[in-house]
């Protein structure tokens, strides 16, 4: 059973609802029927606090904070089977996309997220490739015939992380950790 939560209509905020209509198209959010078929054939349903048809009704109701702030942003699986089952055509991966997109402006977004991209703007790689990992990983490698690993270009990296605003979520993170 979920705690119910009283918000007063001066904390709604629309601003997500039309930036959103902007970009899918306003009629598209008012096609959902709250019917539930996005909903239940969610593959990570259990497991998000949201269930795609409640982040809809959310967004039209001005619910900003709580769409932004919930984790079904987050873990969804991109699937796209809400999508291909809606019987009104509600693109939901694609405003699921865009809500992570404006959370991530934000700085809204889960730590696990913003360590990995630190650890990628350190050393090129998602997860460290140094000490054993390095040596175990070089040696099979020479077994099989293949070259080393060959390094990164940090710089690079680091270019297409502030180019694309990722590098914006590493520094939000260390800001919130000082």
Same mark, same amino acid.
């Given at each position: 059973?979920?705690?119910?939560?009283?918000?007063?209509?001066?904390?709604?905020? #629309?601003?997500?609802?039309?930036?959103?209509?902007?970009?899918?198209?306003? *009629?598209?959010?008012?096609?959902?029927?709250?019917?539930?078929?996005?909903?239940?054939?969610?593959?990570?349903?259990?497991?998000?606090? %949201?269930?795609?048809?409640?982040?809809?009704?959310?967004? %039209? %109701?001005?619910?900003?904070?709580?769409?932004?702030?919930?984790?079904?942003?987050?873990?969804?699986?991109?699937? #796209?089977?809400?999508?291909?089952?809606?019987?009104?055509?509600?693109?939901?991966?694609?405003?699921?996309?865009?809500?992570?997109?404006?959370?991530?402006?934000?700085?809204?977004? &889960?730590?696990?997220?913003?360590?990995?991209?630190?650890?990628?703007?350190?050393?090129?790689?998602?997860? &460290?490739?140094?000490?054993? @990992?390095?040596?175990?990983?070089?040696?099979?490698?020479?077994? @099989?015939?293949?070259?080393?690993?060959?390094?990164?270009? %940090?710089?690079?990296?680091?270019?297409?992380?502030?180019?694309?605003?990722?590098?914006?979520? @590493?520094? *939000?993170?260390?800001?919130?950790?000082?």
């Amino acid at each position: 059973m979920t705690e119910e939560k009283t918000i007063e209509s001066n904390q709604l905020d #629309h601003s997500l609802r039309y930036e959103i209509s902007e970009k899918v198209g306003a *009629k598209s959010l008012l096609k959902c029927i709250q019917c539930g078929v996005c909903s239940s054939g969610c593959t990570v349903s259990e497991y998000i606090d %949201l269930q795609p048809h409640r982040v809809v009704a959310s967004l %039209l %109701l001005g619910l900003k904070d709580i769409i932004l702030e919930s984790n079904a942003i987050w873990t969804c699986s991109l699937c #796209h089977r809400c999508t291909e089952r809606c019987p009104k055509g509600v693109d939901y991966s694609f405003i699921l996309a865009l809500l992570r997109n404006i959370a991530s402006k934000e700085g809204k977004i &889960p730590i696990e997220y913003s360590s990995t991209v630190e650890t990628i703007s350190e050393n090129g790689f998602v997860v &460290p490739y140094t000490g054993r @990992m390095k040596n175990t990983i070089n040696r099979r490698r020479e077994k @099989m015939g293949l070259p080393e690993v060959s390094s990164p270009d %940090l710089d690079e990296i680091n270019y297409i992380l502030k180019e694309t605003g990722l590098g914006n979520l @590493m520094k *939000k993170s260390k800001e919130d950790e000082d």
